[in-house]
């Protein structure tokens, strides 16, 4: 093809009195913009290629580099805006579907940012985390309707034993990133986080690798459409087990994994030959309606010997309330509901933008189904999907989730900077990559400290905000639509969220 | 336990400080016929050209010395080994007893029969002496023949140059350097030593010497070619001086003979350095092995086993590192052309840069690298350990030396050697 | 806007008395531990709920119905008509009292269920919560057996002379006085609140009241009188008389051990304290409470798990009390022989002998 | 001893080690001076990092306990400290003769310049820091500063 018309994204300015010409961008660029003929040599860029990772920007010894957006590439338009006009020409040079990796970058409403906490004054004292116990723990799985006790002497015992719980210590979860869509090293980094912390890592659609399975206690392994890497051994060692019926990046739509990123170890987790594609179709293409996901669970409590929990995951969509009780109804134990921010590792950007809908009106619309037809605590639910801060996960809970799931956020504390183009494989970062040069940018033991560091400080924020609130238990947030307020929010969102105007009292 | 350690060089200083290692009371006494603190042989011609002041030459500071509690004599010659009484006669009539002996009193300059070499004045490049002698008499423009080609004669040569003298250096060998490197890479040296001014004259020698004038000498070549010259440098070689050994039960051949642990055929008489003959590792013969970094760690051995901590040493291997004028110099084990079923191949990875390297059923065994030192180390480390590099020959050839081309599998294993 | 439909934060004074032989005593004796107690409250709210006094009429349920209007009244009688018959309807005998003013309709009625189906407890309950929900302004003080529930604005004080309740007996009493803030008094909004036998009187703001509330309502409860109190009386019939279990067990519903003591707990103890948390995690009360739970045969004293709120219990001979304040035991009794202040989520569970005539079915 | 370890698998190769040991060792108030010396002369690193792709490693000085390069050192130059164990160079005795060059096993001695004097330059683990300069560059957490129980 002739030249693009596609101007550069990015442009590269090298601050020449401070370049020392010391080469660290040039090898840390995995989109090779920086280039020196040898070393100590003049630097120069080529500004195509850069996609904006900052990776030579927080390298750079002399902070001699700064990465601008080209944000005057176009005419200002209301309608034509630069992203649109850029899609026009790529697909006129391609001819083909533009693709996209994280999550959504329409500027959507964020629900999270319109809704306010409470906090409890004078009538009733905040709980003062210093010297009280606040208490996270929250357990997942389905819970019995009623506890039946006997009374044997002073004591009293439990006299049905409680269907199988899986306890966390936090409420904040590592979501799904399958290996081959992340390296190696971010898988083990997450296993072991999520064991150091007490919660659950999930294993994604791509199997699980065999050096991981010491991690095997804390892990939710996936069957998705692929069946990818599902066997005997993969179902006996997981802690629970989550049928992928959808992902919230790309509801509707399987995946595809390129032969490119086939690598040996990847296809042998995955259980394929080297280099094929792994396509996982959508949908499975052995449940076209909700009794064929009814048989797969019991198939699956079934082969477990109903010691573990089943979970369906399902992108938030507009029926969600009726696909959540359906599936509840279906036997599953935990539901995940992915938000239509949630990331992918690659997916049409169309559908990533397009389809679904935000994590804050689904929670809210399931919790309210659920609690409507009074099966809300057959099941445990799992907010995900763009949740970015401790308040995004205590809102969340409010709301009605029992605990959420992070999979951006663990990516950026590990380093990722949203450069969106974890489909090429190349990423600088070292995370959404198959290549050794590349992926050893992640140390596991470095990786697991950054993921503690995070998880642990928004418990402490959660633990702080909860006792603002006079709560010293997680359990007295989940549902409690009335510590919210909406602000700037119009009648029907409020409805919807189930919360009242900021300023309306209790 | 009272140790005797007689020449304070390389040897001397490790073997003394191995003993303390082990024995933190016993006493150690130490001769040396050298006036002032000791010094590195090869510092002489840096010395000379200036490169160096002669408060900075010193092995070992005092300091050392009083630290490892050792009475230090200096300008004192052992001239009488009493074996029988276990006691050490000196030149001034002093008599030391010893309950452990360690010989290290290195080599002696060889004297090529010149005839009539005795009756004229001439210099050895041997001690710090000689160059002080030389630094006087030596006056610029002045005409000098050294006598060797070797790395002490054209060290002479260059730093005689620095003095402006004009030097003229004769060698039995048919190129120079042939004790350590292959006529190819000699001839590299050669022409950068003739590019300075020096005369090189190969495959002749000096047949007489006589003296014409006060100043004046006038040498025969075997060639009969006549040469006017002001002095004369004799550079031939070093031989282990075994003044000491003559007339003793100590067994010798070329050097004093010792086993494993350093120790002579009489127990409790132990020796290290350019004095003694020991296995070198490659060949397998006994040699004398004149480097600094062999005394050391036969000085150490010696000194283990003196204070009673049985210690074994593996054998010595060849390794040289020299500069003559801006050219630098690195040989190591078999680097001289001879030897069956070797395969030498040769490189110039940037240009001034020659390295050839010698190998051996799939194992390194030899190279000479000229301008190419940059961590010439990891090949003797492949020589000594005799590593299996044959899938990694071309990258040795191509490029500077790396770690991680080397097909060691666990690199922590091999860090803890290294440090042990 | 209607009180009812703000959530009235409260501070309040608490009390419960119990003979445990089920000797019945004077209303007048619950009074006087109450009147001593005058300042916690601030004449917005006071009420009692006493157990055994209608002994000659202990086989029928005994309604208390608050109206506004006669015709409250005559919805009532209508939707009784359905179920019931009215054994006896009379107004609550009442005596003129200063502190009392803007009184209702109080009805008093006795009611027999028509059919002998089994579940009358739950008509009853379903009856309850139909008045309280749809007939505007009119709310059931109380509706179970041999006991009632009277309470109104005013000093407690004020509410025991207005009722006359020096001329009931009953083996137990419990008083409460209301601290209601920015609004003027509301009698449906005093306690205690009452489901069947269990009366609940409580002192607190509950901050988990949004999660308690919507797990009572997925479970058939309407939250209609707004205040935190109403949904613990509705959680304790949930639990009790649903669900069967026991009070004790109750208690560590409402104020669990935490999760580090669960933790060192021995297997069997922990694997009940984790079911519990489990299943009934969203009835944990949370924030500062103390509160005296009243039912046929007994009581249950419980502070919130921090202990936020003072309760301080007595035992003297067949007595025991429990009271905001150790000032309102003494009292009424100068000399218990122990006095003690239970610890946070440890709760004070008093029943009357087994073998005494007056306990309830 | 506490000495620098590198753990190759995670080594990106971005040389931020011997930067900032240049710098350490530089006299220069910044790194931009350091890097271009009035004298013109650009100062070596004592750590340097080999590149092998994908692989690549960080080699520094192991500090040997009977070390070759002090054994080989004609001037006395390169000792070990017998307190801390740290291998030293003296830039004022070395003449510059390379053997030390020559004979260190892992090739971790350099030809540098002090006062614009050929001299060997090695690691001396940053004397005077809490941890060496390399191992608070590395981005990765590849360099570790660490007594693994070896003398």
């Known amino acids: 093809m002739p030249r693009s018309l596609v101007p550069p994204a990015f442009f590269v300015e090298r601050v020449t009195t401070r370049c020392i010409k010391c080469g660290v961008c040039v090898r840390q660029c995995g989109f090779s913009v920086h280039a020196q003929a040898e070393p100590y040599g003049e630097v120069v860029s080529t500004e195509e290629n850069c996609v904006g990772c900052q990776r030579c920007v927080v390298f750079c010894p002399t902070r001699a580099l700064r990465i601008m957006e080209n944000v005057h590439s176009v005419r200002q338009h209301p309608n034509w805006t630069a992203g649109v006009i850029h899609d026009i020409q790529k697909q006129a040079e391609t001819g083909g579907i533009i693709l996209g990796s994280m999550g959504c970058d329409k500027d959507y409403p964020i629900y999270f940012d319109r809704l306010a906490l409470n906090a409890s004054q004078v009538t009733n004292p905040a709980i003062d985390p210093l010297r009280e116990p606040m208490e996270v723990r929250t357990y997942l799985g389905s819970k019995a309707p009623r506890v039946e006790v006997k009374r044997s002497g002073v004591t009293f015992r439990l006299q049905k034993p409680m269907p199988i719980g899986i306890k966390l210590e936090t409420p904040i979860m590592f979501a799904a990133m399958s290996f081959g869509s992340i390296s190696k090293n971010v898988c083990e980094a997450l296993a072991k986080a999520a064991t150091e912390l007490g919660t659950l890592f999930n294993t994604g659609e791509g199997g699980y690798h065999a050096d991981l399975r010491k991690y095997a206690a804390n892990s939710i392994v996936q069957v998705a459409s692929g069946r990818f890497g599902v066997d005997k051994e993969y179902l006996e060692v997981a802690r629970v087990i989550e049928i992928k019926m959808g992902q919230g990046a790309k509801p509707g739509i399987g995946g595809h994994l390129p032969g490119e990123k086939m690598t040996w170890e990847v296809a042998r987790t995955r259980m394929i030959p080297k280099g094929t594609d792994a396509i996982s179709p959508a949908p499975h293409h052995d449940i076209y309606s909700i009794e064929d996901l009814k048989q797969l669970i019991d198939t699956l409590k079934e082969v477990t010997d109903y010691k573990k929990p089943i979970s369906v995951k399902v992108a938030a969509v507009h029926n969600v309330a009726a696909i959540a009780s359906g599936i509840a109804r279906a036997g599953a134990d935990i539901i995940t509901i992915d938000g239509m921010k949630g990331g992918t590792g690659a997916a049409p950007k169309v559908v990533r933008n397009e389809i679904g809908i935000p994590i804050e009106v689904a929670i809210a619309a399931v919790d309210q189904r659920l609690r409507e037809e009074g099966i809300r605590d057959e099941v445990s639910l799992v907010a995900s999907g763009g949740i970015r801060c401790s308040a995004d996960v205590l809102k969340a809970i409010c709301l009605g989730a029992d605990a959420v799931y992070i999979g951006t956020a663990a990516l950026v504390a590990l380093g990722c900077h949203l450069c969106g183009k974890c489909y090429t494989g190349k990423c600088s970062w070292g995370i959404a990559t198959q290549d050794e040069y590349l992926s050893r940018r992640v140390n596991p033991e470095l990786g697991v400290k950054r993921l503690v560091n995070l998880v642990n400080a928004w418990t402490l924020e959660i633990k702080e905000v909860i006792g603002a609130m006079g709560i010293n238990a997680i359990e007295s947030l989940r549902g409690n639509r009335l510590h919210l307020r909406g602000i700037g929010l119009n009648e029907v969102e409020l409805k919807v969220l189930g919360v009242k105007p900021a300023g309306e009292s209790m | 336990m009272k140790y005797l350690v007689i020449g304070c060089s390389s040897a001397g200083i490790h073997a003394m400080e191995a003993i303390r290692q082990k024995d933190a009371t016993g006493e150690i006494t130490c001769l040396t016929k050298e006036q002032d603190l000791p010094y590195g042989r090869p510092l002489i011609s840096y010395w000379l050209e200036g490169k160096i002041r002669e408060e900075k030459m010193s092995l070992r500071p005092q300091e050392f010395f009083d630290r490892l509690g050792i009475r230090l004599c200096t300008g004192v010659e052992a001239v009488r080994l009493d074996l029988a009484n276990r006691s050490v006669l000196t030149a001034t009539g002093q008599s030391f007893t010893y309950d452990r002996l360690f010989l290290g009193c290195g080599g002696k300059p060889i004297v090529p029969p010149i005839e009539g070499l005795k009756a004229v004045p001439h210099f050895f490049f041997h001690t710090l002496a000689d160059v002080k002698k030389i630094k006087l008499l030596v006056t610029p423009e002045d005409k000098v023949l050294i006598i060797g080609g070797g790395l002490i004669g054209l060290k002479a040569a260059e730093s005689l140059t620095s003095l402006n003298a004009r030097v003229t250096v004769v060698d039995l060998a048919p190129h120079l350097l042939s004790s350590i490197m292959g006529a190819g890479a000699a001839y590299m040296v050669q022409e950068a030593i003739c590019a300075q001014g020096v005369e090189v004259k190969l495959n002749n020698s000096v047949a007489a010497v006589r003296m014409i004038g006060p100043r004046e000498l006038a040498v025969t070549l075997k060639d009969g070619v006549q040469l006017m010259v002001n002095h004369l440098v004799v550079a031939v070689g070093v031989a282990p001086n075994l003044d000491l050994v003559q007339g003793t039960a100590l067994s010798h051949r070329r050097g004093l003979l010792v086993d494993q642990h350093m120790q002579t055929n009489i127990s409790g008489v132990y020796a290290g350095g350019d004095m003694v003959e020991f296995r070198e590792m490659l060949s397998g013969q006994q040699k004398v092995v004149g480097i600094v970094l062999n005394a050391a760690m036969q000085g150490r051995v010696a000194g283990y086993n003196m204070a009673g901590f049985p210690l074994a040493f593996d054998g010595s291997m060849v390794c040289n590192s020299l500069n003559l004028f801006a050219t630098n110099i690195v040989t190591m084990g078999e680097s001289t052309a001879a030897g069956e079923n070797k395969e030498i191949l040769v490189s110039r990875p940037a240009p001034g840069v020659y390295r050839e390297l010698v190998f051996r059923d799939g194992r390194l065994c030899g190279a000479t690298l000229i301008n190419d030192a940059e961590r010439a180390g990891i090949l003797r480390h492949l020589i000594y350990k005799q590593v299996e590099v044959d899938e990694v020959k071309e990258g040795l050839l191509a490029k500077t030396p790396q770690l991680l081309e080397i097909p060691f599998a666990r690199w922590d294993e091999y860090y803890r050697d290294l440090t042990a | ?361 | 001893m506490k000495r620098v370890y590198c753990n190759e698998k995670y080594c990106v190769n971005c040389h931020l080690c011997e930067i900032y040991c240049l710098a350490a060792h530089s006299p220069a108030p910044d790194l931009i001076k350091a890097f271009s010396p009035s004298d013109g002369i650009r100062p070596v690193a004592r750590i340097q990092v080999e590149e092998s792709r994908p692989r690549s490693m960080a080699v520094s000085c192991r500090h040997c306990l009977h070390p070759l390069c002090a054994d080989s050192c004609i001037s006395g130059a390169l000792t070990k400290d017998p307190n801390t164990g740290i291998v030293l160079s003296d830039p004022e005795k070395c003449v510059a003769c390379w053997s030390c060059l020559s004979v260190c096993s892992i090739g971790a001695i350099r030809k540098g310049f002090v006062a614009g004097r050929p001299v060997s330059v090695k690691c001396d683990l940053c004397q005077g820091r809490e941890i060496p300069a390399c191992v608070e560059a590395c981005p990765n957490q590849a360099l570790t500063y660490e007594d693994r129980g070896e003398n």
């Open chain 3, 1 to 361: 806007m209607l009180e009812g439909w703000v959530r009235i934060p409260s501070g309040c004074a608490i009390a419960g008395i119990i003979n445990q032989n089920g000797q019945a005593f004077s209303g007048e004796m619950i009074a006087r531990a109450m009147t001593v107690m005058h300042d916690r409250s601030n004449g917005l709210g006071g009420g009692f709920a006493g157990y055994g006094i209608y002994p000659e009429m202990k086989e029928a349920y005994a309604f208390h119905v608050l109206a506004q209007d006669k015709t409250g009244i005559s919805q009532v009688d209508e939707l009784f008509k359905e179920n019931f018959t009215v054994i006896l309807k009379e107004p609550l005998p009442t005596r003129r009292t200063a502190g009392v003013a803007g009184t209702p309709f109080l009805m008093r009625y006795f009611l027999q269920p028509q059919k002998e189906n089994a579940d009358a407890d739950q008509l009853v309950a379903a009856t309850t919560l139909q008045i309280n929900k749809h007939i505007g302004g009119t709310f059931v003080l109380s509706g179970a057996k041999n006991m009632g529930v009277f309470k109104g604005v005013g000093y407690p004080e004020d509410i025991a002379a207005f009722f006359r309740l020096d001329e009931y007996k009953g083996y137990l009493w419990t008083g409460h006085g209301r601290f209601p803030t920015n609004t003027p008094g509301w009698w449906g909004g005093a306690h205690p609140f009452s489901l069947l036998d269990v009366t609940l009187v409580h002192n607190g703001e509950i901050s988990s009241y949004g999660a308690n509330r919507r797990y009572l309502e997925s479970q058939g409860y309407h939250m209609t009188l707004q205040t935190d109190s109403e949904a613990i009386a509705y959680a304790c019939d949930f639990l009790h008389r649903r669900h069967q279990l026991p009070w004790e067990i109750i208690a560590k519903v409402f104020a669990p051990p935490h999760w580090w003591e669960i933790d060192r707990m021995p297997a069997e103890e922990r694997e009940l304290a984790v079911a519990l948390r489990r299943t009934y995690g969203s009835l944990l009360m949370n924030g500062p409470f103390s509160i005296i739970v009243g039912f046929a045969g007994g009581m249950m004293a419980l502070n919130d798990r921090l202990k936020l709120r003072s309760l301080v219990a007595a035992q003297n001979e067949e007595w025991v009390f429990v009271a905001s304040e150790e000032a309102a035991i003494r009292a009424v009794c100068p000399e218990p022989e122990s006095v003690w202040y239970p610890k946070g989520g440890e709760a004070v569970i008093q029943l009357v002998k087994e073998n005494v005539e007056c306990h309830a079915a």
